[in-house]
């Protein structure tokens, strides 16, 4: 266990974060310690903060490291430190992580998943698209492979830009960028609801849009569900509560093949990956603002209408 007389007050940015327990077993089985994880935010965060940021953010702290006890949080705690910013919705007083400070914090509360809303909090329009493929179990991460392929093929075909990453789990998400404050979760659920269906009928032993778990069998769950307001997903870059400390990682699309494995992405290997390969997320955002998802919107929209 750490020890909390282990008190460090370090300047982030010219602000005072208090650390403590530096030394404390994270990923045991890693040899991964707190003092690691905050080394890893700090030198990942160029990458995670875009994704971050202005964003009303749920996390899961983890106590007692990976594999122990955890907890979601919503509400900013009381003893939040002045420099956090935060941001009422409903009731409930959201963390807004913009900044490396207010992430340096999260760190040391121990909360390693950190999932946001597909909107910022300036807006009730999606941001992104973000499909969420759920195979069964790891051992049916193939599934999301075909899934996460042929989506791929669905994006190139109306030319759209479109991104992957692990889930840091057991699947993977492709994302599809929007300009900011255009279209509403209802005109992006036609794109979904489009794109679950197609696989469906192309895959139909594969995928299932079911959201009883009993009834999927063996199935990879396409989640369209997932993708409205209020929901959340794992941000790039964040890290698992699981033993192997996997990271939510973005990939390039040639990396999406036979051979992928969620496993190839734990956290101690994420900055090597990155100095060496790139960031497949790196054009992302300027991807936003050349998306040309008007006449798709058009034509899904008169597709319903049909019928």
Same mark, same amino acid.
């Given at each position: 266990? +750490?020890?909390?007389?282990?008190?460090?007050?370090?300047? *982030?940015?010219?602000?005072?974060?208090?650390?403590?327990?530096?030394?404390?077993?994270?990923?045991? %089985?890693?040899?991964?310690?707190?003092?690691?994880?905050?080394?890893?935010?700090?030198?990942?965060?160029?990458?995670?903060?875009?994704?971050?940021?202005?964003?009303?953010?749920? !996390?899961?702290?983890?106590?007692?490291?990976?594999?122990?006890? /955890?907890?979601?949080?919503?509400?900013?705690?009381?003893?939040?430190?002045?420099?956090?910013?935060?941001?009422?919705? %409903? %009731?409930?007083?959201?963390?807004?992580?913009?900044?490396?400070?207010? &992430?340096?914090?999260?760190?040391?509360?121990?909360?390693?998943?950190?999932? !946001?809303?597909?909107?910022?909090?300036?807006?009730?329009?999606?941001?992104?698209?973000? &499909?969420?493929?759920?195979?069964?179990?790891?051992?049916?991460?193939?599934?999301?492979?075909? @899934?996460?392929?042929?989506? =791929?093929?669905?994006?190139?075909?109306?030319?759209?830009?479109?991104? *992957?990453?692990?889930?840091?789990?057991? +699947?993977? $998400? !492709?994302?599809?960028?929007?300009? %900011?404050?255009?279209?509403?979760?209802?005109?992006?659920?036609?794109?979904?609801?489009?794109?679950?269906?197609?696989?469906?009928?192309?895959?139909? #032993?594969?995928?299932?849009?079911?959201?009883?778990?009993?009834?999927?069998?063996?199935?990879?769950?396409?989640?369209?569900? $997932?993708?409205?307001? +209020?929901?959340?997903?794992?941000?790039?870059?964040? *890290?698992?509560?699981?033993?192997?400390?996997?990271?939510?990682?973005?990939?390039?699309?040639?990396? *999406?093949? /036979?051979?992928?494995?969620?496993?190839?992405?734990?956290?101690? &290997?994420?900055?090597?990956?990155? $100095?060496? #390969?790139?960031?497949?997320?790196?054009?992302?955002? =300027? @991807? #936003?603002?050349?998306?040309?998802?008007?006449?798709? !919107?058009?034509?899904?929209?008169?597709?319903?209408? =049909? +019928?």
């Amino acid at each position: 266990m +750490g020890n909390n007389t282990d008190r460090h007050a370090v300047s *982030v940015d010219g602000e005072q974060v208090t650390l403590t327990s530096l030394s404390k077993p994270l990923w045991p %089985d890693k040899g991964l310690t707190k003092a690691d994880y905050l080394n890893y935010l700090t030198r990942m965060a160029p990458f995670m903060l875009p994704f971050l940021k202005n964003r009303a953010l749920t !996390v899961i702290r983890y106590p007692h490291g990976a594999g122990g006890e /955890s907890f979601f949080q919503k509400n900013c705690p009381d003893y939040v430190p002045d420099f956090v910013k935060t941001k009422i919705i %409903d %009731d409930i007083n959201y963390i807004v992580c913009s900044d490396l400070p207010t &992430l340096i914090w999260l760190g040391n509360q121990l909360a390693f998943e950190l999932h !946001v809303p597909f909107q910022t909090i300036d807006t009730d329009k999606p941001a992104e698209i973000v &499909l969420d493929l759920d195979p069964p179990s790891r051992d049916a991460f193939q599934l999301a492979v075909t @899934a996460a392929l042929l989506i =791929k093929e669905i994006t190139d075909k109306l030319h759209l830009t479109s991104f *992957v990453k692990t889930s840091g789990n057991k +699947g993977l $998400q !492709v994302y599809i960028p929007l300009p %900011d404050n255009r279209y509403t979760y209802e005109e992006t659920r036609l794109f979904t609801s489009f794109a679950a269906e197609f696989l469906k009928e192309k895959e139909p #032993k594969l995928f299932t849009t079911e959201r009883l778990k009993k009834k999927r069998g063996n199935k990879l769950y396409i989640d369209v569900v $997932q993708h409205a307001e +209020g929901k959340t997903i794992i941000a790039p870059y964040s *890290v698992r509560g699981n033993q192997e400390a996997l990271v939510a990682a973005p990939l390039f699309w040639d990396e *999406v093949n /036979s051979s992928l494995r969620p496993e190839h992405y734990p956290l101690d &290997l994420i900055e090597k990956r990155l $100095q060496t #390969k790139g960031d497949p997320f790196s054009t992302f955002h =300027k @991807a #936003k603002h050349k998306q040309s998802f008007e006449p798709i !919107v058009t034509w899904l929209k008169e597709r319903q209408k =049909k +019928g």
